[in-house]
């Protein structure tokens, strides 16, 4: 196939996705959620990435991003990711201009996988035949008996997050509260927890003396606190993790001696260009990295990942990932996602006509 195909048009949608009851973690609610979706096109395919991220995303690969990939060879993506970071040098990458090349950077792996006809995981190359995730949800909002439903829908997972710092770690008797009723629901099963930044490092190390077992404690302070993480980290049994906020190599770097598995977001990073750099970061300093949310959007390059520890599998995405997307891989036993590697791209295809309704944007 020569490789001088070209990128062509570049489209975008943003759609506003309702929750299915209020939601919230340690530092923020919610009730609502945005996903922008692109396709890149190339010869006679086209690609398909998407962000969690306001609408603004969208715009800006409109007006940003797409005029910097335009005409480039479809096959040469590192080079299609690097004009696009510099082309919002000005505007700054970290936050929304991050989301968007990331959404791009998607669509544009998954053009490429088309356009030589086999799956984007064979393409970055296999490294494990199943990804493992974990079940995320357990919001601050769900009273008990939602949350020891949802907890028990969940069992055969065999690892499960709750959130807890609620209203920025001033409920710490209902936080430790719900622990203890994951923990009895759970059994034997993994317990992880997520302050979303909601404590202080000595709230955080108190509050964690009193945990029944936990193996994951994320975020316990906010990602930029280092000093705070490092401290957490050194006190706590529990592994103590971050990252879903990083949206450049250098954040990651920031993070890695301060926490024991790293964290990582395709919609986020800098799309699968940067997962791989970030993973491979994180492999030279002898650690692992998890996939932050969106599963569907992750499996490929989790599967071509050797040093992942899993994915989350988290409530949100989940559910629209499944209402807007023909061909989502299927939860398999013991808590795992197999791809299809005889379906070309990531396998997915977007279903229009059913996420129209939701559109806010595009």
């Known amino acids: 196939m020569s490789s001088a195909i070209e990128i062509g048009a570049v489209e975008w949608a943003a759609y506003q996705v309702p929750t299915d009851g209020p939601e919230g973690d340690g530092t923020f609610a919610w009730d609502a959620t945005t996903i922008v979706v692109v396709h890149v096109h190339a010869g006679p395919e086209s690609g398909l990435g998407w962000t969690y991220a306001p609408a603004a995303a969208g715009h800006l690969i409109g007006e940003m991003l797409a005029p910097a990939i335009g005409g480039r060879s479809a096959f040469d993506v590192p080079a299609a990711q690097e004009a696009m970071v510099r082309a919002v040098r000005n505007a700054g990458r970290p936050g929304v201009a991050a989301t968007a090349i990331s959404a791009v950077d998607v669509a544009l792996w998954d053009l490429k996988a088309r356009l030589l006809g086999v799956r984007l995981a064979r393409l970055l190359g296999v490294a494990r035949p199943a990804v493992p995730v ?95 993480l490092r401290r957490v980290r050194d006190a706590v049994a529990a592994d103590v993790t971050a990252g879903e906020y990083g949206y450049d190599l250098p954040c990651f770097a920031r993070l890695i001696p301060v926490v024991d598995c790293l964290q990582a977001d395709v919609s986020r990073c800098g799309g699968i260009t940067d997962w791989l750099r970030v993973s491979a970061l994180a492999a030279a300093h002898q650690l692992e990295v998890s996939g932050h949310c969106a599963p569907a959007l992750h499996v490929d390059a989790a599967a071509a990942t050797p040093n992942l520890r899993h994915l989350e599998y988290f409530h949100d995405h989940v559910r629209i990932e499944s209402k807007f997307f023909d061909g989502v891989t299927p939860l398999g036993p013991g808590g795992t996602l197999t791809p299809d590697l005889s379906a070309p791209g990531h396998g997915l295809t977007f279903k229009a006509a059913d996420a129209e309704p939701f559109r806010v944007a595009g």
């Open 134 to 228: 974990y079940a995320s949800g357990g919001f601050t909002t769900w009273e008990d008996l939602h949350l020891s439903r949802w907890l028990s829908d969940h069992l055969d997972i065999g690892r499960a997050k709750i959130k807890i710092g609620e209203s920025w770690g001033t409920c710490e008797r209902r936080d430790l509260a719900r622990v203890e009723l994951a923990r009895r629901i759970l059994g034997e099963r993994e317990l992880y927890v997520d302050a979303n930044g909601g404590y202080s490092a000595a709230q955080a190390i108190r509050l964690a003396a009193e945990f029944p077992e936990v193996r994951w404690f994320e975020e316990p302070v906010s990602s930029d606190d280092l000093d705070g």
